[in-house]
């Protein structure tokens, strides 16, 4: 019996930090934000080159399945999004050769963000992503509150250092400039 109250209770206060947290600071149509950086054994280059292989990102971010670049500045996005296929494209606004990529999506699902690429040392980089995104679903609203984004931004670096640092070169670069927009 006393099992079985401790476990209501510990349901209880869950559901109410989980609800807590859900609104916080949360109003009508805002957006959540996440980040999250990684040190990186390559120089910058390296690792911004890599970066720059959007086609490649499936290999490293596991709900990714496919991103097609149509042009310089867009790519058409397949993944799943709360363990649910979705479809979007995005647009780059901002491209710095060595220092940052930013983006916003301009259909389906809603997201944008920026990586940054600093210089530790001659052949260190902390790669540094945060990204803003709309959770609409409720599955993707409790992912969220609970942290999943956080999670799967953590392991996508995490297997992106560790795919870099095996082969120790990019695969391709792409060294054009995107102004803000």
């Known amino acids: 019996m006393v099992n079985r109250l ?10 109410m930090l989980l609800s807590k947290q859900m609104g916080k600071s949360r109003g009508s149509g805002m957006l959540s934000s996440t980040s999250e950086s990684i040190d990186v054994n390559v120089p910058v280059r390296t690792a911004y080159n890599q970066w720059t292989q959007f086609e490649d990102f499936p290999k490293f971010m596991d709900s990714v399945h496919e991103i097609r670049q149509t042009d310089d500045t867009h790519l058409h996005w397949r993944a799943d999004v709360a363990g649910k296929p979705e479809e979007w494209d995005a647009e780059i606004t901002e491209q710095i050769p060595d220092k940052r990529i930013a983006w916003r999506s301009t259909g389906g699902v809603k997201n944008a963000g920026v990586v940054t690429f600093h210089k530790i040392s001659d052949n260190v980089t902390r790669i540094m992503l945060q990204m803003d995104y709309d959770p609409q679903t409720m599955d993707e609203k409790v992912g969220d509150a609970l942290g999943l984004v956080k999670m799967q931004l953590k392991g996508n670096l995490k297997r992106f250092k560790e795919m870099l640092e095996s082969r120790g070169q990019e695969t391709g670069a792409w060294r054009g400039k995107v102004t803000e927009h």
Do not use: N
């Open 6 to 15: 401790v476990t209501v209770a510990a349901l209880a206060v869950g559901g």
